[in-house]
Nanobody
Framework: QVQLVESGGGLVQAGGSLRLSCTASGTIFSARDVAWYRQAPGKQREWVAGSSSGGSTNYADSVKGRFTLSRDNAKSTVYLQMNSLKPEDTAVYYC?????????WGQGTQVTVSS
């Protein structure tokens, strides 16, 4: 059974930083594509950043240059370092893992950026 456990959300002022973590269990983490999504109130869930098992990393235009996704395969953990946070980054952030085209999601962690 694949499980994803997230941590690291919170309340921060605009311009501040947060680091989210997501630790996976029940799968060979290094062989999986992983990603971060977010969902703001009243909006659809949107893709933020992703990392393939082959090592490539991509970002949504809205976070490029501010957010950094990294992964530690030895710890089965993916991180999202968020810098220069803006109020529009406020959302619930979800970790995502692809297991043979079947999606797995974390429970979500709230990020609130005050102006």
């Amino acid at each position: 059974q694949v499980q994803l456990v997230e941590s690291g959300g919170g309340l921060v002022q605009a311009g501040g930083s947060l680091r989210l973590s997501c630790t996976a269990s029940g799968t060979i983490f290094s062989a999986r594509d992983v990603a971060w999504y977010r969902q703001a109130p009243g909006k659809q869930r949107e893709w933020v950043a992703g990392s393939s098992s082959g090592g490539s990393t991509n970002y949504a235009d809205s976070v490029k240059g501010r957010f950094t996704l990294s992964r530690d395969n030895a710890k089965s953990t993916v991180y999202l370092q968020m810098n220069s946070l803006k109020p529009e980054d406020t959302a619930v952030y979800y970790c995502y893992l692809d297991l043979f085209k079947r999606p797995y999601w974390g429970q979500g962690t709230q990020v609130t950026v005050s102006s």
